[in-house]
């Protein structure tokens, strides 16, 4: 089982692009999260979906789309790249029995973004 | 904000010796979980304590949590260099959709 597979692992972008950090889960879960993980600030929650067709925001939404392609895959969009995007990117999973129970989290391996 | 702050920071000891850290949270909580993190990796869930429980062990960790003080401990017992890490502590919230909200984070640095 490859677990939670995020691509790419690196990326180097200049201010106004955009690109599309890619997710994929392999283990039938229904949630999936993206967080962000800067300096001396722990992993904040940019958005969620709790399940497939669903998609809410987190803590720092702004600046980001998300789209949960099936149950699989959950896709990271940033329209207009800024340098305070600069940072790791966690992409997680969960299997929920319910939507109050609360499972543990799988994480990525991580995509390290750096906007210029 | 952040829901959880760790306590402390970063904490540096020798093999052997044992490692705590604590987190505390600002809001009513269903469950409270620790995470590990190695340099350049992703998280690692190590044991979920719910909020009607006191005290749980997994191996080497124990938690304890006190809902009254809004705080939890790990500690990590006999620890050795593999346990460098950051740990982070992680709260899902009383009612509702269980978002995970997480802590800043303790760096654990175990001296050979």
């Known amino acids: 089982n490859a677990g939670v597979t995020q691509t790419p692992k690196f990326q180097v972008l200049k201010t106004g692009q955009s690109m599309t950090l890619q997710c994929a889960q392999d283990?039938?879960?229904?949630?999936m999260y993206w967080y962000r993980q800067d300096p001396g600030m722990g992993l904040r929650l940019i958005y969620y979906?709790?399940?497939?067709?669903?998609?809410d925001k987190g803590e720092v939404p702004n600046g980001y789309n998300v789209s949960r392609l099936n149950k699989r895959e959950f896709s990271l969009r940033l329209e207009s790249a800024a340098p305070s995007q600069t940072s790791v990117y966690f992409c997680?999973?969960?299997?929920?029995?319910?939507?109050?129970?609360?499972?543990?989290?799988?994480f990525g391996s991580g995509t390290q973004l750096s906007v210029l | 904000s952040q829901q959880g702050e760790e306590d402390p920071q970063a904490l540096s000891i020798q093999e052997g010796e044992n490692a705590t850290m604590n987190c505390s949270y600002k809001t009513s909580i269903n469950n409270l979980q620790w995470y590990r993190q190695n340099s350049g990796r992703g998280l690692v869930h190590l044991i979920l304590i719910r909020s009607n429980e006191r005290e749980k062990h997994s191996g080497r960790l124990r938690v304890t949590l006190d809902t009254s003080k809004k705080s939890s401990s790990l500690l990590i017992t006999a620890s050795r260099a593999a346990d460098t890490a950051s740990y982070f502590c992680?709260?899902?919230?009383?009612?509702?959709?269980?978002?995970?909200?997480f802590g800043t984070g303790t760096r654990l640095l175990v001296s050979p």
């Open positions: 997680a999973s969960r299997w929920d029995r319910t939507e109050a129970t609360n499972e543990k989290l799988f």
């Open positions: 979906s709790a399940s497939e067709g669903t998609t």
């Open positions: 283990m039938n879960h229904n949630s």
């Open positions: 992680a709260t899902g919230p009383n009612t509702g959709f269980q978002k995970l909200v």
